[in-house]
């Protein structure tokens, strides 16, 4: 590989990196906020966001700098998420009105769930997940959904790491996850209880396309009102009719 082509990739790697550092929120950053989350120098930050800001991937306005409209744009014309999306909604939908609680559409990125789209219950009951946001596979409904449904090498790597702790509920025993990954293959449903929200609890169903766990969908309560026998028919059928549009439209 060139000098030139290295140098061309650094600079690719250093946008990525300033991009990057908008998470979670996607703004408002300082110049120095960019600089220090990015280990860079301000000169190097400085110029990357001038020119990201020049093709708008980057905006900047009087407090500070917030990720670009343009990368909005691109993100809703990915080809899975946009198909997957385009497949679910009508049965999120649909499940939020036999439940009215939060539904919650995953796909698997890594090592975490990453949300695709989120519909809010009608109870103020505080969530960490939000569309775009990010949380470990092993603390989630549908995180667990995806997991247990991946292949076996991807499953081996899992258990093998240190796995993270949210709340003092969340599954850090790799015999446990391991029982309950079996548990989940047997019933096509995931149970979340306080492991990634105190007091909250969901149950999640994976959606698959060609054989494969593409994305998992679930259904998010407060612990007082979390009932298995009710939710559980509603969030599997859900899961399944997102499983046949996909079919149909991918």
Known sequence: MSSVTRNALSM???SWLVLDAFRPTGGPLRL??????CHLPKT????LLTELTEIGAVARRADGYYLGRRLFELGSIVPL????????????HDLYEATHETIHLGVRDG???????????QSA?????????????????VGKALLAFSGPDFIDEVLGRPLR??????????KRLEEAIGQIQAAGLAYEREEAQVGGACIAAPIF???????????SVPLARFHPTRLAPAVKTAALGVSRALARTL
């Open 44 to 47: 190097t930050a400085f110029r």
């Open 81 to 92: 998420e946009r198909d997957l999306r385009h497949a679910a909604l009508p049965f999120m």
């Open 209 to 219: 396309s060609d054989g494969e766990a593409v994305a998992a969908l679930s259904v």
């Open 12 to 14: 690719l790697e250093k």
């Open 32 to 37: 120095v906020d960019v600089a220090e989350r």
């Open 165 to 174: 702790r949210l709340t003092p509920q969340s599954i850090v025993d790799p």
């Open 125 to 141: 009951f505080s969530l960490p997940s939000r569309v775009g946001g990010r949380l470990p596979l092993t603390c989630t409904g």
């Open 111 to 121: 090592l975490d769930v990453v949300y695709v789209e989120k519909i809010s219950g």
